[in-house]
Nanobody, 128 residues
Framework: QVQLVESGGGSVQAGGSLRLSCVGSGWATPWTMSNYYMGWFRQVPGKEREGVAA????????IYADSVKGRFTITQDKGKNTLYLQMNSLEPEDTAQYYCAADPVVAQILNPGEYRAWGQGAQVTVSS
């Protein structure tokens, strides 16, 4: 069973940067991380979880929510089984619990309901 562990959250002032990491393990044999859709999602209390950025398997491209385009970048180091989210020009509205997720079969890749494996989350707080 896939296990995901996030790290790198914290507090930063508006305009600052943070990088989140997500280390994965337990990929379904014979698959590897390369065979999975990998995504970053975020949630604030009282609101639904929303998709932030995601990467298609097999290096078939990435997709971003409009609210983070040009500021956030999703990358992978498959040798380290690690997913990253580089967040620049952070805004107070980016404050949330951030989660990474993985699934081998996804239709709408920014839809959190499509993903079955989740990390425990990392808090990002941006102050004005």
């Amino acid at each position: 069973q896939v296990q995901l562990v996030e790290s790198g959250g914290g507090s930063v002032q508006a305009g600052g940067s943070l990088r989140l990491s997500c280390v994965g393990s337990g990929w379904a044999t014979p698959w590897t991380m390369s065979n999975y859709y990998m995504g970053w999602f975020r949630q604030v209390p009282g609101k639904e979880r929303e998709g932030v950025a995601a990467a298609r398997p097999g290096d078939r491209g990435t997709i971003y929510a409009d609210s983070v385009k040009g500021r956030f970048t999703i990358t992978q180091d498959k040798g380290k089984n690690t997913l990253y989210l580089q967040m620049n020009s952070l805004e107070p509205e980016d404050t949330a619990q951030y989660y990474c997720a993985a699934d081998p079969v996804v239709a709408q890749i920014l839809n959190p309901g499509e993903y079955r494996a989740w990390g425990q989350g990392a808090q990002v707080t941006v102050s004005s």
